[in-house]
């Protein structure tokens, strides 16, 4: 079933505490490289209050509080009514995605080696004026510090989604320990199951690259829907 876009001015994201890392790495937002940009002022007021939702919290000196208290906004976007369009799990890796048509969002939730290096990827389907938005949110953590090349590779394939004058992005933490980016781009139309299409597809590649898991007999292992892993003994 075709989904409509929902028109809104402002785009009200979730923002969580980040307890694991206090200290920013930078923001920046890179504007198009065309000097023709396909953005009217409308549609510039839209984009810049969806990056202004996640600037950091400010606090002037005299203010009394801690710095290393302040909560930094996260892309990590958490959806309420999801319904799951794909899933594959295993000891080696995990791949997911995630309708919820409430929210007109889809999330791609990949893990490999679970628990280890994990990332989601959530598009909003959004409406400003008479144009058409996906806000694209990247929240991704590594904890493999051996695999130093994953990170960049894998966020250098992300960025490419985004490297046209149809659309901005804004870099809000890059490490490979942890990276938080928001690109908005201007779209004629689209669907969230022809987003969820495109998501199925690069999760069954990324599958395809995964090692067979090692089964112990009896045992049997799936994702849950908070995206943890779940191991069960079943008869052999």
Not at 40 to 69: K, L, M, R, W
Not at 196 to 213: R, Y
Request: aromatic share 8%; hydrophobic share 30%; net charge negative.
């Amino acid at each position: 079933m075709k989904k409509t876009f929902c028109p809104i001015f402002s785009v009200a994201l979730i923002m969580l505490a980040c307890s694991e890392d206090k200290s920013t790495t930078g923001i920046s937002i890179e504007p198009n490289d065309s000097p023709e940009s396909s953005f009217s002022t409308n549609d510039q007021v839209f984009i810049d209050s969806v990056f202004q939702a996640y600037d950091p919290i400010q606090f002037g000196e005299d203010s009394g509080n801690d710095p290393s208290d302040v909560s930094k906004p996260t892309t990590d976007y958490g959806l309420k009514q999801k319904e799951t369009v794909y899933n594959h799990s295993s000891n080696n890796g995990s791949c997911s995605v995630f309708i919820d048509r409430n929210d007109n969002a889809v999330q791609k939730f990949k893990s490999i080696m679970p628990g280890i290096n994990v990332s989601s990827e959530t598009i909003l389907l959004r409406g400003n004026d008479e144009s058409n938005f996906l806000v694209n949110l990247l929240y991704a953590s590594y904890s493999d510090w051996n695999n130093e090349n994953l990170c960049e590779t894998e966020i250098g394939s992300y960025l490419q989604k985004c490297n046209g004058d149809d659309c901005q992005k804004k870099i809000i933490e890059s490490s490979c320990k942890s990276k938080q980016i928001v690109y908005v781009k201007k779209v004629q139309s689209t669907t969230l199951d022809d987003i969820s299409s495109v998501m199925v597809k690069e999760c069954e590649d990324f599958v395809s690259t995964l090692s067979e898991p090692e089964k112990q007999p009896g045992e049997s292992c799936a994702m849950n829907e908070n995206n943890e892993i779940t191991c069960e003994t079943t008869s052999k």
